[in-house]
């Protein structure tokens, strides 16, 4: 089953490539690895949920905001390579989270954009991964994506 078949039947679409927010591109290719921008879990050109997670949003609701920009992500990466087939690995993702001070659960946050990552891509979704804790985001975004994926 193709990634965008996996997709169909998780009953997602991939969204258009988030436009660049700044002075940046939203996928770079070097070789084998194709590196992205970091993505916030834009819809439609807006932000779902804003704030902090741990204040404003709760763990499920940051999982699911980690999920669109894991969502984001593919999307930016299909851009450079024009297949999602073409992925061979999801070599790491690093997912930061907006977080109040005394918030601690980033991982599981961070949870919502590996799991999606595995359910499309399979066993090359499955990556090293760092969850990061920040003060802020741009937007007032609660979770941001970046991926590096290895492609034939």
């Known amino acids: 089953m193709t990634p965008e078949q996996r997709l169909a039947e998780l009953g997602l679409t991939l969204p258009e490539v988030v436009p ?6 939203p996928a770079v290719r070097t070789g084998d690895l194709v590196y992205t921008s970091g993505q916030v879990p834009l819809v439609e050109g807006k932000l ?3 704030g902090k997670v741990g204040a ?3 763990v499920d609701e940051g999982r699911e905001m980690a999920r669109i920009c894991a969502l984001n992500a593919l999307a930016a990466l299909k851009s450079e390579v024009g297949d999602l087939g073409r992925i061979v690995r999801i070599v790491k993702a690093v997912v ?4 109040d ?6 991982p599981q946050v961070a949870n919502g954009a590996s799991e999606l990552l595995a ?7 499955r990556h090293a991964r760092s969850a990061v804790g920040v003060a802020s ?3 007032d975004a609660p979770v941001e994506v970046e991926l590096i994926a ?3």
């Not at 001070?101 to 980033?106: A, D, L, N």
């Open 101 to 106: 001070p005394g918030f601690t659960g980033q």
């Open 150 to 152: 290895e492609v034939s």
């Open 56 to 58: 404003e949003l709760t």
């Open 119 to 125: 359910e499309v891509l399979g066993e090359a979704g």
């Open 137 to 139: 985001l741009p937007l």
């Open 48 to 50: 779902p949920l804003v």
């Open 96 to 99: 930061f989270v907006a977080s």
């Open 20 to 25: 660049p927010l700044a002075a940046y591109v």
